[in-house]
């Protein structure tokens, strides 16, 4: 009787092609499930409230592991590893309508006392400026005397809740953020936003698709990339978000 030799044997236990890959692309995607679970996700910015931070057409990762592993369903902390600072750039479920994402700065911390005086922003009795803000709107509205007026330009004195965060937008005069809607719970964090990884600028209210596919159209009618519709602002790519 002829032996088996031991390259016979790894013959007859070779997989099927596609079950070779469909075991790759499994576990491929259950390590990028893991990923935007508990450690990055990617957003993208579709308003201007947070500029010239963020930019319309800015595409960013947010660190989901800044403030702690959260349950993916709930998305309640699980593990604390620190709480979020005074300055940084979060991510949260918009308490007033959770299938929203908003994106803001936080501004004050549990048991700040926050009140703005003619846009100038005083956090425990002390006046705190940020670098990024940006105010382009000469107007100061008075404070509001009935619950329709506008807290833009004065706003408080409010003490931020327990376990809950009084957030802003850098661009100041056009922001939709706490002096209008209130706190952010902790509990509705989904993380630092840390870097832009991608960014492109086009017609106003244009989608992405509808853009590149614009300006491809001048890569082939004209020879010419048409930047009008679809350009790829390559000096925020890799910026780091502060």
Do not use: C
């Given at each position: 009787?002829?032996?088996?030799?031991?390259?016979?044997r790894?013959?007859?236990l070779?997989?099927?092609?596609?079950?070779?890959?469909?075991?790759?692309?499994?576990?491929?995607?259950?390590?990028?499930?893991?990923?935007?679970?508990?450690l990055?996700?990617?957003?993208?910015i579709?308003?201007?409230?947070?500029?010239?931070?963020?930019?319309?057409?800015?595409?960013?990762?947010v660190?989901?592991?800044?403030?702690?592993?959260?349950?993916?369903?709930?998305?309640?902390?699980?593990?604390?590893?620190g709480?979020?600072?005074?300055?940084?750039?979060?991510?949260?479920?918009?308490?007033?309508?959770?299938?929203?994402?908003?994106?803001?700065?936080?501004?004050?911390?549990?048991?700040?006392?926050i009140?703005?005086?003619n846009?100038k922003?005083?956090?425990?009795?002390?006046?705190?400026?940020?670098?990024?803000?940006?105010?382009?709107?000469?107007?100061?509205?008075?404070?509001?005397?009935?619950?329709?007026?506008?807290?833009?330009?004065?706003?408080?004195?409010?003490?931020?809740?327990?376990?809950?965060?009084?957030v802003?937008?850098?661009?100041?005069?056009?922001?939709?953020?706490?002096r209008f809607?209130?706190?952010v719970?902790?509990?509705?964090?989904?993380?630092?936003?840390?870097?832009?990884?991608?960014?492109?600028?086009?017609?106003?209210?244009?989608?992405?698709?509808?853009?590149?596919?614009?300006?491809?159209?001048?890569?082939?009618?004209?020879?010419?990339?048409?930047?009008?519709?679809?350009?790829?602002?390559?000096?925020?790519?890799?910026?780091?978000?502060?």
């Open positions: 009787m002829k032996p088996r030799t031991p390259g016979a790894l013959d007859s070779k997989k099927p092609f596609w079950r070779e890959y469909g075991e790759a692309l499994f576990i491929a995607l259950i390590l990028a499930l893991v990923i935007r679970a508990f990055v996700q990617a957003f993208s579709p308003s201007g409230s947070m500029q010239p931070t963020l930019l319309i057409g800015d595409y960013l990762l660190n989901k592991f800044a403030y702690g592993i959260r349950n993916p369903i709930t998305n309640k902390v699980w593990i604390p590893i709480p979020p600072q005074r300055g940084d750039v979060v991510v949260f479920i918009f308490p007033q309508d959770p299938t929203k994402d908003y994106i803001k700065r936080i501004m004050g911390l549990p048991g700040d006392k009140q703005i005086i846009k922003i005083y956090i425990n009795g002390k006046l705190t400026e940020t670098p990024q803000a940006v105010y382009d709107d000469p107007l100061i509205i008075p404070a509001p005397q009935r619950p329709t007026d506008s807290a833009r330009d004065n706003f408080g004195p409010v003490t931020v809740p327990a376990n809950s965060y009084f802003m937008g850098d661009n100041r005069d056009h922001s939709y953020d706490s809607w209130g706190f719970p902790m509990d509705n964090f989904r993380g630092k936003a840390f870097i832009i990884y991608f960014s492109w600028q086009g017609p106003p209210g244009e989608p992405l698709y509808q853009a590149f596919l614009g300006g491809l159209k001048g890569l082939v009618y004209h020879l010419s990339w048409n930047s009008n519709d679809f350009k790829i602002r390559w000096d925020r790519i890799g910026k780091i978000i502060h």
